[in-house]
């Protein structure tokens, strides 16, 4: 299987499961101190909306991913999606900075690596 497609399958499978997981916290979960600066262990109605829009943008994050890999058909065209390649990395390293200083321990433990690990594969991607 060639990199991009691999990189884009193993990003579509994190963003998953980051999308189950803020399912689980809008459901009332009490694992909000893995999420949102873990400020709360179970979320408040505001940070519940932001994970609903947390699972579209990922939805939309996957689909960019595959049409990267020629998995499906390109954003808009090729040059926007390669585009779009960039920013998605520059989201996740920015992710990474941001749960890295996190005052959530368990944020900093879990996602950290999580988002790392995102902005890995859309480098990859990216440089495809």
């Known amino acids: 299987m060639p990199l991009d497609q691999l990189s884009a399958i193993l990003a579509c499978a994190l ?3 980051l999308a189950v997981f803020q399912g689980a ?6 694992l909000g101190r ?3 600066g873990g400020q709360h262990r ?24 595959l049409a990267k890999a ?14 779009t390649m ?12 941001m749960n ?3 005052r959530s321990k368990p944020e900093r433990l879990v996602m950290t690596p999580v988002t790392a690990a995102l902005a890995a594969l859309y480098l990859i991607l990216a440089l495809q």
């Open 34 to 36: 893995l999420a949102w």
């Open 86 to 97: 960039w920013v998605m990395t520059a989201y996740f390293a920015l992710g990474v900075l």
């Open 42 to 65: 179970i979320l408040p109605a505001n940070l519940r909306i932001g994970s609903a829009v947390s699972i579209g943008l990922y939805a939309l994050f996957a689909y960019a991913a």
């Open 25 to 30: 916290l809008i459901a009332g979960a009490p």
């Open 15 to 17: 963003l998953a499961g």
């Open 100 to 102: 890295g200083f996190s």
């Open 70 to 83: 020629g998995l499906a058909p390109p954003l808009i065209g090729e040059s926007f999606t390669s585009v």
